[in-house]
């Protein structure tokens, strides 16, 4: 964990507090959180998104609330600072909860969210234009060869996507994630983020959970809803997030952290992954923010 990422996520959690204190919703604290990590171009997300294997950066987000059970996301979305509003759009001004690829940003133009200036590239040597299945193919076997090393996970941890939980006065959790992705990803590559169920869950009956990590482990065994219903079953958080992640390892060598809510205040940060930055807030408003949990 760098100082800035530790900085930045300190003035999320206090930023969290002073709105939740004012009775603002999960919801928005949720979305504020995110926007601010999303901003900081210190983690996986927004202005700090991963790029595909083409070079384009297609980032994924999601929120949901616990009351009515609402979620909004947007997966492979271009061009944005804060796919988290996006996705809360989603959920705000439509019948749907997922919106994809172009759809997504153009959906996102139409509403005025921030734009993400273009990067400037060094100027390379133009190699010859290849067409697209001469692309692809190129892509395809980096891709494949790095997998059959069995990097890709080792590559992607450490990236972190964003993610936030929150319980309000009126007794409702939000949870909510973004990301760039994970490394040498194939141009369309979707992860865990925007899947509710697997990236994020909230549900005023169990809990909020936000994950990051390893997305295709993630979505293999669905892991937020998992969560969610050993919650809902009486577990603790630690023992439902432990016992999740736990299956994830055993099952399919996967390597996930968590961000776990109960609707009683009681939380749980935890990582099958060598370190996980983050944070917490309680009812003192003193944030404490580590790389590690045990
Ligand atoms: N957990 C983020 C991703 O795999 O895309």
Redesign the pocket.
């Known amino acids: 964990m760098t100082v800035a990422q530790a900085a930045c996520l300190e003035s999320a959690l206090a930023d969290g507090h002073r709105l939740l204190m004012t009775g603002a919703p999960a919801l928005s604290v949720v979305e504020a959180a995110i926007r601010l990590l999303e901003d900081s171009g210190l983690f996986?997300a927004g202005r700090g998104a991963n790029r595909q294997l083409d070079g384009v950066r297609r980032m994924?987000a999601s929120i949901m609330e616990g009351c009515r059970l609402r979620a909004g996301a947007v997966a492979s979305i271009e061009g944005i600072v804060h796919p988290i509003t996006a996705a809360r759009l989603v959920m705000e001004k439509t019948a749907h909860v997922l919106l994809v690829g172009q759809s997504a940003s153009r959906f996102a133009d139409y509403f005025g969210l921030v734009r993400a200036t273009r990067a400037k590239r060094a100027s390379r040597p133009r190699s010859p234009q290849l067409t697209p299945r001469a692309g692809l193919s190129r892509m395809l076997r980096l891709h494949q060869a790095i997998m059959r090393t069995g990097r890709i996970r080792a590559r992607?941890l450490g990236k972190e996507?964003v993610g936030s939980v929150a319980l309000d006065l009126a007794g409702t959790v939000a949870a909510g994630?973004s990301?760039?992705?994970?490394d040498v990803?194939l141009p369309g590559?979707?992860?865990?983020?925007p899947l509710i169920g697997c990236?994020v869950y909230a549900d005023n009956e169990a809990g909020a959970v936000s994950?990051?990590?390893?997305?295709?482990s993630?979505i293999r065994v669905a892991v937020a809803k998992e969560i969610s219903d050993l919650l809902a079953s009486g577990l603790s958080p630690v023992r439902s997030a432990n016992r999740v992640l736990r299956k994830v390892v055993d099952r399919i060598s996967g390597a996930?952290g968590v961000l776990v809510l109960s609707p009683d205040g009681r939380f749980a940060i935890r990582h099958s992954t060598p370190h996980m930055v983050a944070g917490s807030i309680g009812w003192d408003g003193r944030p404490v923010v580590r790389g590690r949990f045990a």
């Open positions: 996986n994924d992607s996507t994630a990301t760039g992705g994970v990803m590559r979707v992860g865990d983020t990236g994950m990051t990590g390893w997305g295709e993630i996930a």
